[in-house]
């Protein structure tokens, strides 16, 4: 249990320390950011689910969200925009949610060290 706990929080930390290349791809206007928050969140819910952490939920509810704003009635360049502001708007949350997850077990296993 104790090397599970181990890697969980390596791969935890590993996804966080791509979260500011994320945040950088929005602020340059990257038109793959959308892609870029959709492949991180499902890495991060493979990592979430692997592990039996209920929070998976949450961030499936995060890229629910996103691609919910692709249905919303619009044509064209307005459906990438939604969809664009949907993942921006949830970016803070969807990062705290996963440091959320993240400080219990690291500091669990800086007490075993």
């Not at 994320?22 to 819910?45: G, R």
């Not at 009635?73 to 949610?97: F, H």
């Amino acid at each position: 249990m104790r090397k599970s706990q181990y890697i969980l929080v390596s791969q935890l930390k590993e996804q966080l320390q791509k979260f500011p290349g994320i945040v950088s791809s929005l602020e340059k206007k990257d038109h793959h950011f959308v892609e870029k928050i959709m492949l991180w969140l499902k890495a991060s819910e493979d990592i979430l689910s692997t592990y039996n952490i209920s929070e998976v939920s949450e961030i499936a509810g995060f890229r629910s969200k996103i691609l919910a704003a692709k249905i919303i009635e619009g044509r064209g360049a307005n459906i990438k925009k939604n969809q664009t502001k949907a993942a921006a708007d949830a970016l803070y949350d969807i990062q705290n949610t996963i440091l959320t997850v993240l400080t219990p077990f690291e500091r669990m296993t800086a007490a075993k060290l």
